[in-house]
């Protein structure tokens, strides 16, 4: 079957860096996708990647590595703002997304 | 108004009622979808509609009845609902490239928090 895994819930203080990580085994590989979930709001589309390699867009940045089935979001200069739910998605061979469950990210003080 | 509206944005009913969701979008995409959000699982697929024709259904119970009138407008009308139903349903718009590895990038609705009694 196809699966996306990421950590539940991940704990960082302001001001610091965290990394999020997603493994996926799916039936073909067309992109993956990070989007963010503020509580009771729309996701909203942080990055796409589809080659090797890091893309960095202000303080996110996101990796692939299409070999080990393995992307990860990095947040750097954390802002209370940036608490919120990542979700990890990958775009199937039929070009479906499937969807991980989320990684509930808490920032304090 | 911009991006993808849905309303209501709560709603509780209970399991003999019959309700709707509308999804609204002013991107000018031609593909919109419902999903159902459960706490703590993945997001659930429900229907794919591309140019107002259903391409996808992923098994969803007959009691979830959708409809597209137009590339713009996505309803989700519910009648004998079952508790394990509650949830956010969130409607999404793209452009559609089927075939194609492009980006398509779903642009996402504030969702309806759904109960049902």
């Known amino acids: 079957g196809q699966n996306i895994d990421q950590p539940t819930e991940m704990t960082a203080t302001e001001g610091a860096i965290v990394q999020i990580n997603c493994t996926y085994q799916t039936s073909g590989f067309n992109g993956l996708f990070w989007y963010q979930q503020h509580a009771g709001e729309a996701p909203t589309f942080l990055s796409y990647?589809?080659l090797d390699g890091l893309e960095e867009k202000g303080r996110f940045s996101s990796f692939l590595s299409r070999s080990k089935g393995y992307s990860y979001l990095l947040l750097k200069e954390l802002q209370m703002k940036d608490s919120a739910s990542y979700l990890c998605?990958?775009?199937?061979?039929?070009?479906?997304?499937?969807w991980g469950a989320g990684t509930k990210l808490i920032i304090k003080p | 108004e911009t991006g993808v509206t849905q309303t209501p944005r709560h709603l509780v009913m209970g399991m003999t009622n019959k309700k709707s969701l509308k999804c609204e979008q002013h991107?000018?995409?031609?593909?919109m979808y419902w999903y159902k959000q459960s706490a703590k699982k993945p997001l659930e697929l429900m229907f794919v509609?591309?140019?107002?024709?259903?391409?996808e259904n992923n098994s969803v119970p007959s009691r979830f009845s959708p409809e597209c009138p137009n590339s713009s407008h996505l309803f989700l009308h519910l009648h004998t609902l079952q508790p394990e139903d509650s949830a956010l349903y969130l409607c999404a718009s793209s452009p559609w490239t089927s075939g194609s590895p492009s980006t398509d990038t779903q642009y996402f609705g504030p969702g309806t928090r759904l109960t049902v009694l």
């Open positions: 509609y591309s140019l107002e024709e259903r391409v």
């Open positions: 990647n589809v």
């Open positions: 991107l000018g995409h031609n593909a």
């Open positions: 998605a990958v775009k199937d061979s039929n070009y479906q997304l499937i």
